[in-house]
């Protein structure tokens, strides 16, 4: 029932798209934009390419600042929509879905359920983060595995020290008490923390990789 809810609105959110053609990835793209492929058999049996265009400046241009996805079809803009966007195509759905990061998800979902991820344009930085897991497995899965430390130690150190500020705020302390954190570091270092893991959610987007509690809740 939610499902269907959420393909309803999401139906509502699609505008048809004017035709234009599809701009090839540029070199100097790979924070600003993603690109993805699916190729797929029409009901006529003709084989077609669907592409994904996300350009995430358009972030600043929506009223939620999550930004659109543009649909084309062989080369042409078909369709568009606020993300996130559920786009009709044979056989299943085209999901997408950002962070403030990058995407959390692009993937072809078939009315069976299966879901698999559309394949990234080789000059994105998706594209070239797939180049290096593949070609390169065992250092792909050490940055993987520093992106979480970076993302784990500063929510460790950092959280602490909100909590502190927020249980000074005069009706919060009346109501609960003040707490002292264990954790206090100059402005420089809890700057660099930010830094870090921001960094760490960027690599992260480039998988597609996302979690509520690490990534942030868009």
């Known amino acids: ?15 048809e798209g004017n035709g234009r053609p ?3 990835f540029r070199s100097w793209q790979p924070l600003s934009r993603a690109l993805f492929y699916l190729p797929l058999t029409n009901d006529d049996g003709r084989q077609a390419v669907y592409a994904v265009d996300v350009p995430y400046w358009q972030q600043f241009l929506t009223q939620d600042g999550k930004g659109r996805a543009h649909l084309y079809l062989d080369g ?17 759905m085209i999901e997408v879905a950002s962070t403030t990061f990058g995407l959390k998800r692009c993937h072809h979902v078939t009315a069976e359920g ?6 990234p344009d080789e000059r994105s930085a998706e594209g070239r983060r797939a180049r290096l897991d ?8 050490w940055i993987g595995v520093l992106s979480l430390v970076l993302l784990i130690v500063p ?31 100059p402005l420089w270092l809890n700057s660099a923390l930010g830094l870090c893991a921001s960094t760490a959610s960027i690599e992260r987007a480039t998988r597609l990789r ?3 509690l690490l990534d942030g809740s868009n």
């Open 1 to 15: 029932m939610i499902k269907d809810w959420k393909r309803r609105n999401a139906a509502r959110r699609i505008k």
């Open 22 to 24: 599809l701009k090839p």
């Open 76 to 92: 042409r803009h078909h369709s568009e929509s606020t993300l996130p966007a559920m786009f009709p195509v044979p056989g299943g």
């Open 114 to 119: 299966a879901a698999r991820r559309l394949t």
């Open 134 to 141: 593949r070609d390169h497995p065992a250092l792909s899965r």
């Open 155 to 185: 929510v460790l150190l950092v959280i602490p020290q909100v909590i502190e500020a927020v249980s000074h705020v005069p009706p919060m302390a009346q109501r609960f008490g003040t707490f002292t954190s264990p954790v206090d570091l």
């Open 210 to 212: 996302w979690n509520a």
